[in-house]
């Protein structure tokens, strides 16, 4: 997940510089081993803070080891639990979630989603990616119509689709009374 090939083909300052600006705080959902966290954590710089999700253990200890080799633990905070468990954030203080690909690796996408609400900020931003190539019956996948189920608890700003994925930039709307 983390090589030179893919540096290569999907930097990942690009894909999230757009997003980023100094002193932001950031959740990197479902991190893996850091691909995106440490150049999100370089790009929010000493006043940000990026919160790196996974339920992983093994993934969490190679982003807090590439955190203290790169001198971001201050910025950078693990947290070792599922995007459908993120009491750990605060309600409403992250500037924007990047969830790339986690939601079609887990089955409570409902739960997911919701967390992603609570965590952002009322003028927050998130990018979700899901892929499109999964099994027939396969609980963790995320059918077309469930995407745009999911969406639709957002404002979408921008989104698309791939060869293998679904993408969206969104933002926070007010939760219906």
Not at 11 to 37: E, H, L, N, Q
Not at 53 to 71: L, R, Y
Request: charge should be positive.
């Amino acid at each position: 997940m983390d090589n030179f090939l893919r540096r290569l083909i999907l930097p990942p300052k690009k894909k999230v510089a757009r997003f980023i600006r100094k002193g932001a705080v950031v959740a990197d959902v479902g991190c893996g081993p850091g691909y995106f966290t440490i150049p999100i954590a370089e790009m929010a710089g000493p006043t940000g803070r990026v919160y790196a999700v996974d339920s992983d253990p093994k993934s969490i200890q190679a982003v807090e080891a590439k955190s203290k080799a790169q001198g971001l633990q201050g910025v950078i905070n693990t947290q070792t639990t599922s995007a459908a468990h993120m009491e750990g954030i605060p309600d409403g203080t992250v500037d924007f979630v990047f969830a790339n690909g986690v939601i079609c690796c887990m089955t409570d996408h409902d739960g997911a989603i919701a967390h992603i609400r609570r965590i952002l900020k009322p003028e927050g931003l998130a990018y979700l990616s899901v892929s499109r190539m999964c099994r027939r019956n396969d609980p963790k996948a995320v059918r077309k119509n469930e995407w745009n189920d999911l969406l639709s608890k957002f404002d979408v700003k921008e989104r698309g689709e791939r060869l293998t994925s679904r993408w969206a930039v969104i933002a926070s709307r007010a939760p219906e009374t």
